[in-house]
Structure formats: C-alpha cells, structure tokens
C-alpha cells in the first residue's frame, strides 16, 4: 500500500483549505491555520488534526489499515 503525503486540510473556524505535508512516523497533535491562525487541536477520540478534518487520515493510521 503507498501512503499518502499529503492531505488537504479544512480549517474547522474559518473554513480555509489547505495543502499539507503531514508527517509519516508521527500524529501531529497541533496545527496553525496560516487563514486565522487559529490552533487546532484533533476532536476527542482522533489521534491527530489530520483524522480530525482532513480529507484523509494520517499516515501512521494508513500504515495501520495496511496491516
């Protein structure tokens, strides 16, 4: 299975989209909106911002599905 990179990111304040990179060995529990600048933290029960409102969930989750 090829794991995906990147994601697009929905700003759940603002509603701004955008691109990201995410990291492949690690959930990312923290993120900036570069619109509002708002912080983002992931909902109860996601491991990360990326599970939370991406439009897919991060690598370590693909990486578990996989197996």
Do not use: H, W
Not at 22 to 40: D, E, G, H, R, V
């Amino acid at each position: 299975m090829k794991i995906i990179k990147k994601a697009r990111l929905t700003c759940p304040k603002c509603g701004f989209i955008q691109e990201v990179e995410m990291p492949i060995k690690t959930c990312q529990f923290l993120y900036k909106c570069i619109n509002c600048k708002s912080l983002l933290t992931p909902n109860p029960g996601d491991c990360c911002v990326f599970c939370s409102y991406a439009d897919i969930v991060c690598p370590p989750k693909q990486m578990e599905k996989a197996l």
